[in-house]
């Protein structure tokens, strides 16, 4: 189904994934989807979903062309869905206008399309070519492809780390590292994601609300926040409770549930005093959390990252020393020759405010 595309497909297609990425706050947990329906290079319609029950890019798009769908290419991010689930199937819409040729990013893997959007297209006459700025429209979703693909959510560690790479003094005390851009930047990629995760040693130590702080009235679908606690020893503390968004407590089987305690919780096998990580995602994965931000002390975080569950790694450096006293970014890593060093790659560098912003992907 692969063709070769011309110059006006991608760009028609760039502004479908420019158009998808506006729902980054709001879709979850459906993917991004954004479409273009054009005659050539001139555009009749366009459209991009906005919210999970709210209707599809395709949907949008149509009814921005009215009649002027007839014949036009429709390009759209994601392959037009086929299922009837909370709106109705995109393919049969698309085939009711009449659209001339459907071109796709790529393929849905979601169980109950999965090419079967394309193969009713296609019984129905229509061109269908797919795989045009694929890798693109995979990086816009790689969240709902991790949950969907990978059953786990696509896992992010955001740390705030001086030049020296240290993440906090000995005593605990982190506030604040980087500068106010640094910390605005990090509430735009919480908006993103559908569970920020903590630790237990972090809501002790910083005591942070986890909520989502855009300092304007951008809508967003709030995170739920997720306190990794075996023995559930910071229920009865913290701006964790506060605040307008959901708290999910994750505790050890045999944890004491206090009388009275309200918060929802779930127990998740213990090994060695370590919650099992994988249990973890798999449970948040099952809640239809597609991107996780974990904001974590050394010990969480590195426990992740040594488990190779760590996906993305969201660095704010300020050029301040704390010293050789202060702790490291990851712990438990045991690394004892250079051969074990855990590699990583980068993705994006950026300066914010007087900061350094680094993204950065583990290598397998
Ligand atoms: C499309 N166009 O714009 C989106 C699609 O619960 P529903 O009915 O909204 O269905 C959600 C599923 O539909 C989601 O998991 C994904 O497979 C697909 N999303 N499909 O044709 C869209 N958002
Ligand atoms: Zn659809």
């Known amino acids: 189904m692969t063709a070769s595309f011309s110059a006006i497909d991608h760009a028609l297609m760039a502004r479908a994934l420019r158009l998808a990425e506006q729902g980054a706050y709001t879709t979850k947990p459906n993917p991004m989807v954004g479409c273009v329906l054009a005659h050539g290079e001139e555009v ?41 689930g909370r709106t109705g199937p995109c393919s049969e819409a698309l085939i009711e206008a009449g659209v001339g040729r459907v071109i796709a990013a790529m393929r849905d893997p979601f169980p109950q399309v999965d090419g079967a959007g394309f193969a009713r297209l296609q019984a129905a006459g229509i061109e269908v070519a797919s795989g045009l700025m694929e890798a693109q429209a995979r990086t ?59 630790g237990a040693g972090t809501v002790l130590a910083d005591d942070p609300e986890l909520t989502v702080r855009l300092g304007d009235d951008t809508p967003f679908v709030a995170p739920l926040r997720v306190v990794l606690d075996p023995g559930l020893a910071t229920i009865a503390r913290g701006r964790v409770r506060g605040g307008e968004a959901p708290t999910l407590y994750l505790h050890a089987p045999d944890a004491k549930l206090p009388r009275g305690f309200a918060a929802e919780h779930a127990a998740v096998p213990v090994r060695e005093g370590l919650m ?23 010990t969480l975080a590195g426990a992740f990252l040594a488990g190779g569950w760590v996906d993305e790694v969201l660095l704010y450096m300020a050029p301040v020393l704390l010293g050789e006293r202060a702790r490291p970014l990851f712990d438990g890593l045991g690394i004892e020759a250079m051969a074990d060093k855990r590699k990583l790659e980068l993705v994006d560098v950026r300066q914010l405010g007087g900061d350094m912003r680094v993204l950065l992907r583990p290598k397998p």
């Open 140 to 198: 816009l979703n790689r969240g709902f492809l991790s949950r969907i693909e990978r059953g786990r959510p696509w896992l992010r560690v955001k740390l705030a780390t001086s030049l020296d790479g240290r993440s906090a003094l000995a005593s605990g005390e982190s506030k604040w590292i980087s500068g106010p851009a640094s910390r605005l930047d990090v509430q735009r990629w919480r908006a993103r994601c559908g569970a920020i995760v903590t």
């Open 276 to 298: 099992d990580l994988e249990a973890v995602l798999k449970l948040l994965a099952a809640r239809g959390v597609n991107e996780i931000q974990l904001e974590a002390g050394a």
């Open 44 to 84: 009749v319609g366009e459209g991009w979903h906005q919210r999970a029950g709210e209707p599809h890019a395709e949907v949008l798009a149509l009814r921005a062309a009215g009649d002027r769908a007839r014949g036009a290419t429709a390009y759209v991010t994601l392959e037009p869905c086929a299922h009837t």
